[in-house]
């Protein structure tokens, strides 16, 4: 390929990401200092919410390496189908689009690109070639640290806002100021801080029980002058309902976690649009 032809195809390529987005009113970029802290639980639920609100919204699963969404959503033996007008996004419910590193994997009729090993045209391709539709949100679950490949997706991906998650614990919460600094340098505008599996809901007596100090997270977000979204407890039966498909917020609807779901996404409206 003449250098020419390549420039005319990444110009391509990136009319195709704009044409997109332009078409995406608001673009959460979910990170955290490490992996383990609930990041993808955090990045599904928060869809759900939006969808649930009559919200349309995407869900863009960019962690290359451990591509969970799929099977958290219940999900994970659709397919994207290859049409004329592009790739299609795999519906989750009639609100909720996904799509994810996962579904790349075993699909033999996606051009070669999507299957191969050049990660970042693909996280590219995940917006410019997908049929997204309109959308009011979409929520992407990067990498987890701040290395080189959440530095990738933030460059590719403009976000209009930069979430992190955090746990109560000092090692999470020192991360998470790496994570602010990070988004920050990124000229991102940090919506805020969730802090999860911040005390447990005791499953026999209903009373909240500390496990690791709680309010850090919270008190990160004020020493760091950002906005602090909300604390989401430890529950059993998020872990069981990940592992099962079956997501969370739709099967426990009342649970402390879905309401402090539920209180984080207005918050985040009202951090993003004002
Ligand atoms: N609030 C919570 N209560 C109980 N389990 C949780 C909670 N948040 C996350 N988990 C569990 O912790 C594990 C790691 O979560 P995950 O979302 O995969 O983290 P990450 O994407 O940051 O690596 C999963 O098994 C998940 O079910
Ligand atoms: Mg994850």
Do not use: Y
């Amino acid at each position: 390929m003449t250098a020419n032809k390549r420039e005319e195809e990444i110009k391509e390529e990136e009319r195709k990401v704009t044409e997109t987005l332009a078409k995406i009113k608001n673009r959460l970029l979910v990170f955290s200092g490490k992996g383990g802290v609930g990041k993808s639980t955090v990045s599904a639920n928060l869809a759900l919410v939006f969808a649930k609100k009559g919200l349309k919204v995407g869900l863009l699963d960019v962690d290359i390496h451990g591509p969970n969404l799929a099977k958290m959503m219940g999900v994970e033996d659709k397919k994207m189908e290859v049409s004329p007008e592009g790739i299609k996004a795999v519906n989750v419910n009639e609100n909720l689009k996904l799509v994810s590193m996962s579904f790349l994997l075993q699909e033999p009729n996606l051009p070669v690109i999507w299957r191969g090993p050049m990660k970042m045209k693909a996280i590219q391709q995940f917006l410019g070639d997908v049929d997204w539709g309109e959308l009011d949100w979409i929520v992407i679950d990067s990498p987890p640290g701040t290395g080189d490949e959440p530095l990738s997706v933030a460059q590719l991906i403009p976000a209009t806002g930069a979430i992190i998650v955090t746990t109560p614990q000092e090692v999470s919460l020192m991360d998470s100021r790496k994570a602010v600094a990070f988004a920050v340098k990124l000229n991102l505008k940090i919506i805020g801080i969730i802090e999860n599996m911040s005390g447990m809901v005791c499953p026999h007596c209903g009373k909240k029980i500390n496990l690791f100090k709680e309010g850090g997270g919270e008190k990160t977000a004020l020493e760091l002058g950002v906005p602090f979204l909300g604390k989401i407890p430890l529950d059993p039966q998020i872990v069981s309902s990940g592992d099962e498909g079956k997501p969370f917020i739709a099967t426990q609807p009342d649970s402390e976690a879905s309401k402090a779901f539920m209180e984080i996404v207005e918050n985040i409206i009202k951090v993003q649009s004002a």
